[in-house]
């Protein structure tokens, strides 16, 4: 089994909801696991990470209010509601056995990425 696996995403309304799933294939307890997007044409940004060990999160403005990273156990979701056309992305669940830097990973520390799962938001 691949170390993460992603599922979910897909084609919803502006303003619809989506959640996002992020199975681990080993324990979290001790791991920073962050969310990224890539929008057509732009860079990969980082806009969530949550803490393995107290379960705390912490999120870029540009979603925050909108995004909930929750964990259950070795799988990590991402709730998002009110979504916006800019949503639209490719997302990508990864870990780091350090821990977060704000919203994001630290700089060099991440050990496995998820494929992606493509969210797409438009009527």
């Known amino acids: 089994q691949a170390p993460l696996v992603q599922s979910g995403g897909g084609l919803v309304q502006p303003g619809g909801s989506l959640r996002l799933s992020c199975e681990a294939s080993?324990?979290?307890?001790?791991?920073?696991i962050g969310w990224f997007r890539q929008a057509p044409g732009k860079e990969r940004e980082a806009f969530s990470c949550?803490?393995?060990?107290?379960?705390s999160a912490d999120y870029a403005d540009s979603v925050k209010g909108r995004f909930t990273t929750t964990r259950v156990k070795n799988t990590v979701y991402l709730q998002m509601n009110s979504l916006r056309s800019e949503d639209t992305a490719t997302y990508y669940c990864a870990t780091s056995p350090y821990w977060c830097s704000g919203y994001g990973l630290p700089a060099g520390g991440t050990d496995y990425w998820g494929k992606g799962t493509l969210v797409t938001v438009s009527s």
């Open positions: 080993f324990t979290l307890d001790h791991h920073a």
């Open positions: 949550l803490s393995g060990s107290n379960y």
